[in-house]
T-cell receptor, first 118, second 113 residues
Framework: SAVISQKPSRDICQRGTSLTIQCQVD?????MFWYRQQPGQSLTLIAT?????????ESGFVIDKFPISRPNLTFSTLTVSNMSPEDSSIYLC???????????????FGPGTRLTVL | GDSVTQMEGPVTLSEEAFLTINCTYT??????LFWYVQYPGEGLQLLLK?????DKGSNKGFEATYRKETTSFHLEKGSVQVSDSAVYFC????????????FGQGTRLTINP
């Protein structure tokens, strides 16, 4: 499976500021995904990032609030903009496992970025 | 829409006890099913998966069988250890190439020595 790293691992930010989270994969992948895990809750998909095209956002998430970059096949960033305390969450990136037959539907996750907004 | 429902937690067991965490799903197609585990302070790790009816996924002593007739994917382990303490998430991918995982709410498991 791919090895995924994220930076920063955690941060404490002030209301109204923005934070950019980086996700690095040790192999080239087509699709990268960004999830949010609010305190004590499950994971919710924010968006899917395909290299060379605009990210696709899920219902309830917008590009102005969560801009995503995908400059190459091993890297992506998620920015949490104009933060409020409600944005305090763990943000995780994931990549899809591929096989010779195509998609396996299996995703592997990074360690997450724990964000606290004061 | 697709959904996953897990048994309410938290669950507390003694070491060497038998574990079952229930998971049922609703999906329009033929989903792939997954169990992920999140150890304290860490990200999610894939524990096991099953891609079609009657498949059994297994890993680290954990097992789950894809039951289409009951739309279930219950996680079991015969003898739990303190190191199994974590949050367990059941998830589905509703169709090949959908590339979207739908997660259950998670079940926090604590194993006491």
């Amino acid at each position: 499976s791919a090895v995924i790293s994220q930076k920063p691992s955690r941060d404490i930010c002030q209301r109204g500021t923005s934070l950019t989270i980086q996700c690095q994969v040790d192999s080239q992948v087509t699709m990268m995904f960004w999830y949010r895990q609010q305190p004590g809750q499950s994971l919710t998909l924010i968006a899917t990032a395909n290299q060379g095209s605009e990210a696709t956002y899920e219902s309830g998430f917008v590009i102005d609030k969560f801009p995503i970059s995908r400059p190459n096949l091993t890297f992506s960033t998620l920015t949490v903009s104009n933060m409020s305390p409600e944005d305090s969450s763990i943000y995780l990136c994931s990549v899809e496992e591929r096989s010779s037959g195509g998609s396996t539907d299996t995703q592997y996750f990074g360690p997450g970025t724990r964000l606290t907004v004061l | 829409g697709d959904s996953v429902t897990q048994m309410e937690g938290p669950v507390t067991l003694s070491e060497e006890a038998f574990l079952t965490i229930n998971c049922t799903y609703t999906a329009t197609g033929y989903p792939s099913l997954f169990w992920y585990v999140q150890y304290p302070g860490e990200g999610l790790q894939l524990l096991l998966k099953a891609t079609k009816a009657d498949d059994k996924g297994s890993n680290k002593g954990f097992e789950a069988t894809y039951r289409k007739e009951t739309t279930s994917f219950h996680l079991e382990k015969g003898s739990v250890q303190v190191s199994d303490s974590a949050v367990y998430f059941c998830a589905l991918s509703d169709r090949p190439g959908a590339q979207k995982l739908v997660f259950g709410q998670g079940t926090r498991l604590t194993i006491n020595p």
